[in-house]
């Protein structure tokens, strides 16, 4: 059948099972718009305040369901809003798929109003990026961008369209999508390695990654763990691919993870990376991490095999497919002494907080306890991040989401709406700073316009808390541009932007405040006030070794030694 370009991609769109967009419009992207508008009982469009919400409402959906997420701007400025989220989606490897418009050909390199070269801009932060000139190309153009975004490590892909392919009309023929294949070739003498170095470990430590929960291997790292018997630690990307009540679990790794995490692995003989990049934040000084173990790292990119940590084995491929094959082959395991010595660090060093007065962690763990850690939570960037991750006990993959790579304030919101409408049985609360929640709180008016019910929660300490954690422990107490104590009313911000308010200032305020927001079924605004200089404990020193993980005590200690 004959289309114009723009039919086309909304016909490629429900050819994908795509459901829900999110986008805002503007002079290039008209064609498009007006095809969706003809469609709108198939396809849900979401209007949200400014594009880079959009990008990252998308980026939720597709981390909380496992599709595609899908984003719409228009040229110029709603292309370059789109980048941050863009950005994230792909330090995260998040499979997106983001769709602008462009000006018209004859036009395109003449500055034109609205006009940038958005592919060039994002080539660095995309797996793929295409420019589409002919509508003949159209469609195709489009299915790979799909393939592309959810094949092998997943992450966005960009598909800009001039305004004038959208208007042009050619043949479409529809397809069925293509379905992504797992990568099972990977080497039989990497496995035998693999197999050897597990048998023949008696203190082995499971150090899991976002691989695990994008592969929807959640079933296989469970039996893996049991069979080997082994500890199990995550990072901020790997929550909830690990059950957080499992005896084995001993909680995150890294620059705040959990004494006995940092301890373990850095005593451990064999350190199996499942679906992780040995980032920064986890490694810490990389000479001292796991400097008496062999490391066996499973993962999808060959590109992360060797880039930051050296390897003693290594098995590239999709993360389920070998470990379905590993535990078929791997003998059941009894490593009593060092799972007891593991047990044993877990109860001289637990997760502690200041219980006498409000506090984030006391608020997370009562947000756990009353939605019984089935919700989705998704978090901005910084100490609240962090105490979310420690505090929640995630029992499900793809119900944290989070920006760990890039470190995006702001993302929260976004990502709560786009998880809610792709996952609407769920509970999705945002834990935001006071600091990051001014980046992004006019996306709370697409929550009112949608009455899509939300929690929106803001851990109201008056400063930019991590940052000022730092200024504190490495600068010498110099606050500079960390004190937020001005005018605003979040409150009434949220009011005038449709919401339910609530507001928190003691500890028998939180459960009656989340017990009742859940209830509402309309956006909810909770503002939690607590102290200024509370700190995400326990702390490697940047570039530390993480078997140095120090909490408040130790700091008291060293400061009295001082």
């Not at 997943?154 to 369209?161: A, F, N, R």
Request: charged share 25%; with cysteine; proline share 4%.
């Amino acid at each position: 059948m004959q289309l114009t370009g723009a039919e086309i991609v909304i016909e490629c769109l429900k050819e994908q099972g795509v459901d829900t967009v999110f986008g805002y419009p503007g002079g290039t992207i008209l064609n498009i718009y007006d095809a969706l508008y003809k469609h709108s009982n198939e396809i849900f469009h979401v209007l949200t305040s400014h594009e880079q919400g959009a990008a990252h409402a998308a980026d939720g959906y597709a981390r909380a369901t496992g599709k595609v997420g899908v984003c719409l701007a228009t040229s110029g400025p709603g292309a370059t809003n789109l980048v941050t989220g863009i950005a994230t989606a792909y330090m995260d490897s998040v499979p997106m798929v983001a769709i602008t418009a462009n000006v018209n050909l004859p036009l395109l390199g003449k500055d034109t109003f609205q006009e940038v070269d958005i592919a060039g801009v994002t080539m660095p932060i995309t797996k793929h990026g295409y420019i589409v000139k002919d509508v003949s190309i159209l469609a195709d153009t489009i299915r790979k961008a799909f393939q592309i975004a959810k094949s092998g490590r997943p992450g966005p892909v960009l598909v800009d369209i001039t305004k004038d392919v959208t208007a042009d009309v050619f043949e479409y023929t529809p397809k069925v999508p293509e379905p992504v294949k797992r990568f099972t070739d990977f080497s039989g003498e990497d496995i035998e390695r693999a197999v050897e170095l597990i048998e023949k470990s008696k203190k082995p430590y499971i150090y899991l990654g976002g691989g695990a929960v994008i592969s929807d291997a959640a079933e296989e790292v469970k039996e893996f763990a049991k069979k080997i018997d082994a500890p199990v630690c995550d990072t901020l990307m790997g929550k909830g691919a690990f059950d957080g009540h499992d005896p084995l679990y001993t909680g995150m790794i890294g620059m705040h993870g959990t004494k006995a995490s940092n301890l373990g692995v850095s005593e451990c003989d064999l350190l199996i990376a499942l679906g992780a990049r040995f980032s920064d934040r986890v490694v810490g000084n990389a000479k001292s991490f796991a400097s008496r173990a062999k490391v066996l790292h499973i993962d999808i990119d060959a590109a992360e095999i060797n880039k930051n940590i050296i390897t003693d084995a290594s098995i590239v491929g999709d993360m389920k497919e070998v470990l379905k094959v590993l535990n078929c082959r791997i003998s059941q395991k009894e490593n009593k002494e060092w799972t007891d010595h593991i047990k044993d660090l877990k109860a001289k060093y637990p997760l502690t907080y200041d219980t006498s007065e409000l506090s984030c962690p006391y608020i997370i763990e009562e947000i756990d306890r009353i939605t019984n850690g089935e919700a989705i939570i998704t978090t901005d960037v910084g100490q609240h991040q962090m105490w979310a991750a420690q505090y929640y006990r995630y029992t499900e993959p793809r119900t944290f989401l989070s920006s760990g790579g890039l470190g995006t304030m702001g993302y929260g919101l976004g990502a709560c709406i786009g998880a809610k409408m792709g996952r609407p049985e769920k509970i999705c609360i945002n834990i935001a700073g006071d600091g990051c929640f001014r980046m992004n709180m006019n996306e709370l008016a697409t929550a009112s316009r949608y009455q899509i019910p939300i929690i929106q929660v803001v851990i109201n300490n008056h400063v930019l808390g991590m940052v000022r954690q730092w200024q504190t422990l490495f600068y010498g107490k110099r606050y500079s541009q960390t004190v937020l104590e001005d005018q605003v009313n979040f409150g009434k911000v949220a009011e005038g932007l449709g919401c339910a308010v609530l507001k928190v200032t003691k500890k028998e305020d939180v459960a009656p405040a989340f017990q009742q927001a859940i209830t509402f079924g309309k956006p909810v605004f909770i503002e939690c006030v607590i102290p200024k200089d509370d700190k995400v404990f326990p702390m490697v020193s940047p570039g530390g070794a993480i078997a140095e993980a120090f909490d408040a005590e130790d700091l008291k200690k060293k400061n009295n030694e001082i």
